[in-house]
């Protein structure tokens, strides 16, 4: 009876090994692409609009007083499509060029109107009330308060001006191009938006809140004493929107939520919403507008 060399034997297991662990990381690795594959076809929940952030939009930002713009031209997102003007402010194609007033949105991705297209977006509802005004939509998703601030500074001439304020206004920094968005995987976006229905939505710590207050403070209190600035923020489940209207109580109009969300997994308003927004904010414009002419 012959015996086998224990050396060779452990080679044996080793490569028996090896070959077990090669074929379960391959099984693995062919799992993933097979799952990232199967949610870039489907795409169950709405996750692409996480990408059109980054590739619409940082990707090819370009420096620019309030902070990054993109370029002028058509873009084509996921589902949706808007176009940027010479003046890096979004089409409003309803709107009266030649109107001798001017009245100005300024704001981050809400009032830009992300993820619907520019016939959409609830400036634009305003504009087709308002055929004897220009109306412009400088807005774009990240922006700060700061960024508002310098978008605000661009229109020195304009007879009104709706500054929509949401608490990221206070939580996220300043932007500029040379901060690039986060492009995610499929797989990633969604096991993210898992977390969050078991986690929450991640906040900004205490300190970092902190770092940021005495910015936001100076950039709203600019803004808050121009007259023709009116504050709009939305009613949510923070208290940010209440600090405004508390501050500037004469300024700020509270917005009740929409619902209708472009996606699943993003929470900008959809078209509908879009309608319910433009409802509400319609009549304190033209409230606005009269305290202009009360003759």
Do not use: C
């Amino acid at each position: 009876m012959s015996s086998i060399d224990p050396a060779v034997l452990k080679r044996y297991r080793r490569r028996r090994l090896t070959r077990r662990l090669l074929g379960t990381a391959l099984l693995v690795v062919l799992t993933l692409v097979l799952i990232e594959v199967l949610l870039r076809v489907t795409d169950p929940f709405g996750a692409a609009y996480f990408g059109d952030l980054a590739g619409n939009f940082y990707d090819v930002a370009i420096d620019d007083p309030r902070g990054y713009v993109v370029p002028p031209g058509e873009y084509h997102a996921s589902h949706w499509s808007f176009s940027i003007q010479p003046d890096h402010t979004r089409t409003v194609p309803d709107t009266n060029p030649d109107a001798p007033r001017t009245l100005v949105f300024v704001g981050d991705s809400v009032a830009f109107g992300y993820g619907v297209e520019d016939a959409e977006t609830f400036v634009n509802l305003v504009a087709q009330a308002l055929p004897d005004w220009r109306v412009i939509n400088d807005s774009y998703p990240g922006w700060n308060i700061q960024n508002l601030e310098g978008a605000w500074a661009q229109h020195p001439d304009a007879d009104l001006i709706f500054v929509l304020t949401i608490t990221n206004d206070l939580t996220e920094s300043y932007l500029t191009p040379g901060q690039r968005g986060w492009r995610p995987l499929y797989i990633q976006a969604y096991a993210m938006w898992v977390g969050w229905i078991f986690t929450g939505f991640p906040t900004p710590a205490p300190e970092t809140l902190a770092a940021l207050e005495p910015g936001w403070i100076a950039s709203i209190s600019a803004l808050a004493a121009d007259p023709r600035v009116t504050f709009l923020t939305i009613d949510t489940a923070g208290d940010y929107e209440q600090r405004v209207a508390s501050m500037f109580p004469d300024k700020t109009v509270i917005l009740e939520n929409y619902t209708g969300l472009v996606s699943t997994v993003d929470s900008h308003p959809n078209p509908a919403s879009h309608v319910f927004l433009a409802a509400q904010i319609i009549p304190v414009v033209q409230s606005r507008i009269a305290a202009l002419d009360p003759d």
